[in-house]
């Protein structure tokens, strides 16, 4: 009987040793799987989607130009005696550029005008005996056509005497000169490239709904490379009316505080603000995947990230705006997106 109790208890211990062996390694295996299961998940930064108050602002980009840049060519024939100006001098509008020889045409404007004068007093001979019946009708028409044609040729030479000296037909700076003293022009040829460059403005582009919320003589900000601590101020002046082919609209700016630091030729941003109020989604244009046009964006349910598409407006700040795809109150992902996946396990990290 002791023999029977005494078998009995030690199958019991090895029974009772054998229950604990398997619930311990139960639960070893649970916690493996759990640390397993959170080392495989990648961390990220997740936030919580938030309806938003906004403006619309973006940007765009133009090169500055001057109010007129003009190609000054010749539309007389002779050769040059004198040059009045060189590249960097400041010419006002009117002020002599060019002296051309000119001893035969004020020649020739003295011929001219002698044989005018001539066939204006014999016409007044003509009238006056017409008038009595001494001259017909007809000698007098001839002698008033000679006249005119006299008038027209002495018209002609002074005004090409005139042309002789070349003046400058606008207000501005000489930055290319093309001729010498001694060389001989025709009409065409090519004598200063004049920029006044008083007023500035830059031509840029903006889309079909970027142009819903701009308007003429609205403000704008500019920023140029060459000055990135600077701001600059500008107006709208002009707005296009048809797209290119690229469905794009072009707009003028003209710059209103220029300052002579900026140049024509330099590249410079046009930034936007709509003063209108929207009322919508934004989130950082980091959580944003793929292109533009296929944007996409991870929504964190249950610990997984799940891709979804997107459809996204404009800019605004270093946001961007999500015009359909998001709810409020979802979260996704908005850093850590490199290693992230349709279906990847993630864990939100605090930044």
Do not use: W
């Amino acid at each position: 009987m002791k023999k029977t109790i005494y078998i009995l208890s030690v199958f019991a211990v090895i029974a009772f040793i054998v229950v604990v062996l398997i619930l311990n390694k139960q639960a070893t295996l649970k916690k493996t799987e759990m640390v397993a299961d959170a080392s495989s998940a990648v961390a990220v930064k997740i936030s919580t989607v938030k309806d938003s108050t906004y403006s619309v602002e973006f940007s765009s980009s133009g090169v500055l130009e001057a109010l007129r840049d003009l190609q000054f060519v010749s539309d007389v024939t002779g050769r040059i005696l004198n040059i009045y100006a060189d590249e960097g001098s400041y010419v006002s509008k009117g002020k002599m550029l060019i002296q051309l020889d000119c001893e035969m045409l004020r020649t020739e404007v003295a011929s001219s005008e002698a044989a005018y004068e001539t066939l204006k007093k014999d016409y007044e001979r003509f009238k006056s005996s017409n008038e009595q019946g001494g001259v017909t009708d007809q000698q007098l028409d001839n002698i008033r056509t000679q006249m005119i044609a006299a008038e027209s040729r002495y018209l002609t030479s002074k005004r090409r005497l005139e042309d002789a000296s070349l003046k400058a037909p606008i207000s501005g700076t000489i930055y290319k000169r093309y001729i010498e003293v001694g060389s001989f022009i025709s009409p065409g040829v090519k004598l200063f490239d004049i920029i006044d460059d008083s007023q500035l403005k830059a031509m840029c582009y903006v889309t079909e709904k970027q142009l819903l919320s701009i308007r003429k003589s609205q403000p704008v900000t500019i920023k140029c490379e060459t000055f990135p601590e600077e701001t600059f101020t500008g107006k709208i002046t002009f707005i296009g009316e048809k797209a290119d082919r690229s469905l794009n609209f072009p707009v003028e700016i003209t710059i209103t505080d220029h300052k002579k630091q900026l140049k024509s030729g330099m590249f410079v941003t046009v930034l936007f603000n709509s003063k209108d109020q929207k009322n919508g989604i934004l989130i950082p244009r980091n959580a944003i995947s793929g292109s533009i046009r296929a944007a996409n964006v991870f929504v964190v349910e249950n610990g997984t990230a799940k891709k979804r598409g997107v459809i996204i407006g404009e800019m605004v700040g270093d946001q961007v705006e999500v015009l359909q795809g998001l709810n409020a109150g979802e979260n996704i992902v908005v850093a850590g997106l490199i290693n992230v996946s349709d279906g990847t396990r993630v864990k939100n990290i605090q930044q």
